[in-house]
């Protein structure tokens, strides 16, 4: 007997790789069906099917298909083109579509219909609220946009899983993000991609253009130069400063293991956590889980598990391991996670095995969060772990900042608040934690929904401090 050929095992389909294809057809009513079942035998999941166009003698049919990465959309392509009495018109991406022409924009608030409208507006009754803040500064965030406008704040020299791509493509990254600020918690932000990667003239700069915004949110700025960027703005502005990259990831995170400790019946304090990654990102979840009471934290990136008696490490993963590593755990990721109870990652795609899981405490938590590739594929990890987590949304438990900054900046801004504390992020992912009910939690659904309308007013209030 002949072996069967061994399809290629792929990622779940992401509508980020959804394409839409124009056919042209002969008449024949099971064309179509060969279509779509020729883009099923293929991986693809077809999501919308339409005839536009109808002729005696020709069909025109837009076929639309969710694909697991542009290889795989182009694979599905070239087996449409192989099918008789079929030809590929044009096949448009739709996630480019999407952004043709950015996707966000700026519109009055007020009717602009008449002279009158003008003359309050704009010249010459716009010269008194002028007059008015110059004798009253404190008055700019009422009476301007100020008081509900976020600056995002990128260099482009750690965008997403891309890395150093520079300003003009982080642009649309920072688009999206002012457009999440907007749908989820009605804040006006701006992105501002500088043309410079050198830290002074990154501080100076935002420094500078601070007086027109209500908060700053640095974006996708590169470790170790992000976190002396951070505290450096925090010293000079009196407005504040919140590294996502950084603090919203160590929300979200923190949030997720509260809820996954919860579904085992343990304590953060007597729990062994493995971090990988010592970036930006690693480096904040690190700092906020020993805030919130965690005592055995090991940190393993390309060095190893890091060790405060290492003098060879860099200066800024020296000063993290001189605050974890109790045991004094060294060697490799599979050494770090003998006996461990949950382990975080925040470094690269499949450095996790998963046989190693086995070697974890009983009931162990893995948290896969690299981007856009998880230290190991979800799939592989549930059959181990008791909880899995991971930062994609074609599995149970994403973890998303969007969980996390809309509702802090609502809270920030409302409170006229000048500086973001560690208190305030312990707050904010026990408010996320508890959107999810106890009736509601299990080792599936450890978060809320992206789209819960509870959870950014629960941030918010968390970090305002208040009931309301």
């Known amino acids: 007997m002949s072996e069967q050929p061994q399809r290629k095992r792929r990622m779940a389909t992401s509508g980020s790789y959804s394409i839409t294809v124009r056919l042209h057809t002969d008449v024949r009513p099971q064309l179509i069906g060969h279509v779509a079942s020729c883009i099923a035998d293929e991986g693809g999941i077809v ?21 697991t990465d542009s290889d795989h959309a182009e694979e599905i392509v070239e ?9 590929v018109h044009k096949v448009s991406d739709r996630t480019f579509l999407l952004h043709i022409g950015g996707k966000i924009e700026v519109s009055s608030k007020v009717p602009l219909r008449t002279r009158d409208d003008l003359s309050m507006a704009y010249t010459p009754g716009v010269g008194r609220v002028s007059k008015a803040l110059a004798d009253k500064p404190e008055d700019v965030p009422r009476l301007t946009v100020k008081g509900n406008s976020v600056a995002v704040v990128t260099d482009g020299s750690a965008v997403l899983g891309l890395g150093n791509i520079g300003p003009g493509a982080a642009l649309p990254v920072m688009e999206g993000k002012a457009a999440l600020f907007k749908r989820f918690a009605d804040i006006d932000a701006w992105p501002i991609c500088l043309d410079t990667q050198d830290t002074d003239r990154i501080v100076d700069v935002v420094e500078a253009i601070a007086p027109g915004f209500g908060g700053i ?5 590169a470790a170790p130069r992000c976190f002396e960027i951070e505290r450096r703005l925090r010293e000079r502005l009196d407005i504040p400063v919140f590294h996502d990259d950084q603090h919203g990831t160590a929300i979200v995170v923190l949030a997720a293991l509260t809820n996954a400790l919860r579904c085992v019946d343990k ?30 934290v090991v940190v393993w990136d390309r060095e190893g598990c890091l060790s405060g008696d290492d003098e060879s490490l860099p200066e800024a993963k020296l000063e993290l391991a001189r605050r974890t590593n109790p045991r004094k755990v060294t060697g490799d990721l599979r050494d770090g996670l003998q006996g461990a109870d949950v382990f975080i990652g925040v470094s690269a795609p499949n450095v996790l095995h998963a046989e190693w899981i086995t070697e974890m405490a009983d009931q162990p938590i893995v948290f896969a969060l690299a981007n856009p590739d998880p230290e190991i594929d979800p799939a592989e990890a549930i059959p181990y772990a008791a909880v899995v987590a991971s930062g994609r949304s074609d599995y149970p438990n994403q973890i998303n900042n969007v969980l996390a900054f809309p509702g802090v900046f609502r809270g920030l801004l409302d409170a006229r608040a ?51």
């Open 47 to 67: 999501t919308a099917l339409d005839v536009t166009e109808s002729r005696h003698d020709r069909l025109v049919v837009d076929v639309t298909c969710s694909a």
């Open 79 to 87: 087996q449409i083109r192989g099918l008789e009495g079929i030809t």
């Open 217 to 221: 949110n640095l974006e996708d700025i």
């Open 267 to 296: 304590k953060l304090a007597h729990t062994r956590i493995v971090v990988a990654g010592a970036g930006a990102a690693g480096t904040a979840i690190v700092t906020l889980l020993l805030a919130a009471g965690a005592t055995d």
């Open 418 to 468: 000048s500086d973001v504390t560690t208190e305030m992020l312990i707050r904010a992912a026990d408010a996320i934690a508890h959107v999810v009910t106890d009736e509601e939690l299990n080792a599936s659904f450890i978060m809320p929904s992206v789209f819960d309308a509870q959870v950014p007013k629960a941030v918010a209030r968390a970090i305002r401090g208040t009931d309301a």
